[in-house]
């Protein structure tokens, strides 16, 4: 995977109105090659920018002054030394990464693709160090910085100033970590989750399309974009016929037929299909029925909504254990708006006929994309156009994020290309309004196939949730927790733990590859687990109670500092927060958060192992206990953005 652009350079500008460059006016090491008056020209030009592109991006004014990642702080001043350095260059965007080695926290490597650009073109340079060195030579100062330097082929290392993270951190300590959220391009996102569908069984599938679907929203939702959480259940489809029919036959006053009177949902579509396929009058009913419900005969509608409503109750469950929330517009929300986008598309000349079906024709794949079946129905992918075409038009959503199984890939790769053909979508992929497939691998059992449980009927997951949740409440007893603890904190610890434990492990893996699901390895609290890093949290907020202190105050009176290596280095990767947050979501892999959570614990234990670092009871003790808190601040919101309690005492 290539390094992600970051969102203050993907195509979009930098969310910092003009102003911050006149700021920096005070600051420059002129060059020869530029004037002043160039540099007003320039920042007037990138005046009008950003007002040409203030719809999409939030300016920081409007954000309540977050300052956005470090990363792309250090890619403004970058910015400005380009500008300064190429004049005859105007739009070299800064490449700036995080490098936490020997020469430095961050490297700006801009000098060698620059140089063979310029070379020839009667630069005064001769060769790649010395644009390293010019580059160097004409950033702005400023406070962030505590020394730069030049290494091998022109690679600009940049070391921050200790004082200045410490006063970072601290302020972040006083005005919370909300300040601290990214800042994307997008002001509206769909994220299209969960959706299971009516009848069917919610599968572990549609488990890790919940918990992956409802990190990202979250990720979102903290870099402070609108998310519309949208569960696009399927609950429209010839399946329906069938169901109701059976629905009436099995109970002639169907209003009454409740959850319980039916019980399993899966159960009773299983029935019925077998109904369906062994007698041809009922098939033939069941056909008929379809009809009647998309009619909209009273009747079929209300015996469809009683099945759906039976099914989103069975869904609740789920999302009720899970904290998850969404907002259901099934397929038949869609529904109406079908013909008129077919229509339209048949007008832009994209539909064609083909067998007796309308479909579009994608560059690159050999099959077509059926908009339209043989027989005149609508099928997924009309109806996926035509939720497109609402969420880009009536909704307004610039990002529209899709998170299925990977195989389901090819149908999202055909559509999206039908989007961009027909105008809806820019072409390139990282430009917005955008669409992302977000596909995920198999949930594996322990014999390495598709998770089953032993009878091999599918998994319940409600069952494997509570199991989860039984697991780690005995897990509490164990220890003792039993005479120690109420009843409810048992209760609610046990659901934090074991519900948290489930979530994870679907998340901390790179969503593509499968993953095996095992109650022992994702309940243990040794390794790269939500036990192992819920009860390092809890033992952070131990450490501050035992203090004694009332952090509350020590925040605005004490004095954060970043003396020793090891609180320096724990210092670096909390401020490195806000970019993870941003590559996760850019790139949208969960997995990347997971990641500087499990390396903030550990380097956190680096931290706190080291007798140098000695917390309670040392002259550094207030300084070391607001390192503690930042700590156990930045942990929580990743356990926040990855759905998981905190828990605080173990
Ligand atoms: N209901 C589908 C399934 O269970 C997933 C729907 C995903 N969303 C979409 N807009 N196609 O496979």
Redesign the pocket.
């Known amino acids: 995977m290539g390094i992600a652009r970051c969102w203050q350079s993907a195509g979009v500008p930098p969310a910092s109105p003009s102003f911050i460059y006149f700021n920096h006016f005070a600051h420059f090491r002129f060059s020869p090659s530029i004037s002043a008056s160039d540099l007003l020209r320039l920042s007037s030009r990138r005046l009008v920018w950003a007002t040409k592109a203030q719809s999409l991006t939030t300016m920081a004014t409007e954000q309540d002054d977050c300052v956005g990642t470090v990363k792309g702080q250090i890619a403004k001043l970058f910015e400005v030394s380009l500008k300064v350095t190429v004049p005859n260059e105007p739009d070299v965007e800064p490449l700036v990464a995080a490098c936490n080695g020997k020469f430095g926290d961050y490297q700006c490597n801009n000098a060698m693709g620059l140089w063979s650009k310029i070379k020839g073109k009667g630069a005064p340079f001769r060769g790649p160090p010395a644009v390293g060195e010019a580059i160097k030579n004409n950033l702005p100062t400023s406070e962030m910085i505590e020394s730069c330097s030049v290494a091998g082929p022109g690679f600009v290392n940049v070391v921050l100033s200790k004082d200045w993270m410490a006063k970072s951190i601290q302020k972040m300590l006083i005005e919370g970590i909300d300040k601290w959220a990214p800042l994307p391009p997008v002001k509206t996102a769909v994220v299209?989750?969960s959706?299971?569908?009516i009848a069917?069984e919610m599968h572990v599938?549609?488990l890790r399309?919940t918990i992956i679907g409802d990190t990202l929203a979250r990720m979102l939702e903290f870099s402070k974009v609108k998310v519309l959480r949208?569960n696009?259940?399927?609950d429209w489809g010839t399946q329906f016929g069938m169901l109701i029919e059976f629905l009436f036959e099995k109970f002639p006053n169907f209003e009454d037929a409740t959850e319980t009177a039916i019980g399993d949902l899966q159960a009773f579509y299983k029935a019925s299909k077998q109904r369906f396929d062994a007698d041809p009058a009922f098939k033939e009913r069941a056909q008929q029925a379809v009809v009647r419900l998309q009619g909209g005969e009273d009747k079929y509608r209300r015996a469809w909504a009683q099945i759906c409503e039976i099914s989103r109750n069975e869904f609740h469950k789920v999302y009720q254990r899970l904290g998850v929330h969404l907002e259901e517009k099934g397929?038949s929300f869609y529904n109406p708006y079908i013909p008129g986008v077919i229509e339209t598309l048949t007008k832009q000349g994209l539909v064609e006929e083909s067998q007796g079906a309308r479909v579009i024709f994608i560059e690159g794949v050999n099959i077509p994309l059926i908009v339209v079946k043989s027989d005149g129905g609508f099928n997924?992918a009309s109806?996926?156009l035509s939720?497109l075409w609402y969420r880009l038009n009536e909704e307004k959503a610039e990002w529209i994020i899709?998170?299925?199984?990977v195989g389901?890939q090819q149908?999202?790769d055909m559509f999206f290309k039908a989007a961009k053909r027909a105008g809806w979508l820019p072409h390139g992929d990282s430009s917005y309004p955008r669409a992302s497939h977000v596909g995920f691998g198999l949930v594996l059992g322990e014999d390495g196939k598709r998770f089953r449980t032993r009878n091999t009927e599918v998994v319940r997951l409600v069952d494997l949730l509570d199991e989860a949740k039984s697991r780690s409440k005995a897990a509490l007893i164990e220890r003792g927790k039993g005479e120690e603890w109420t009843e409810e904190e048992i209760e609610s610890t046990a659901e934090a733990v074991g519900y948290g434990a489930v979530k994870y492990a679907d998340l901390k893996n790179n969503r593509l590859t499968n993953y095996t699901f095992n109650f022992d390895q994702m309940l243990n609290d040794k390794g790269n687990t939500a036990v192992y890093l819920l009860y390092a949290h809890a033992r952070i907020c131990s450490i501050i109670r035992r203090s004694g202190k009332d952090i509350e105050e020590l925040k605005n009176k004490g004095t954060l500092v970043l003396g020793h290596k090891d609180e320096r280095d724990l210092g670096l990767h909390l401020l490195q927060f806000a970019e993870v947050v941003e590559e996760a979501c850019t790139n949208l892999l969960p997995n990347v958060l997971c990641d500087y959570l499990y390396n903030l614990s550990e380097i956190f234990s680096k931290f706190y192992s080291n007798p140098e670092c000695k917390v309670i009871g040392s002259d550094m003790e207030t300084s070391r206990l607001l390192l503690c808190e930042a700590t156990a601040v930045v942990m929580r919101k990743c356990f926040n953005l990855l759905g998981i309690t905190p828990i605080y005492k173990i």
């Open positions: 299209d989750f959706s299971p569908n069917k599938g549609h399309s949208r696009h259940v399927g397929e997924y109806t996926d939720a899709y998170v299925t199984d389901q149908h999202f």
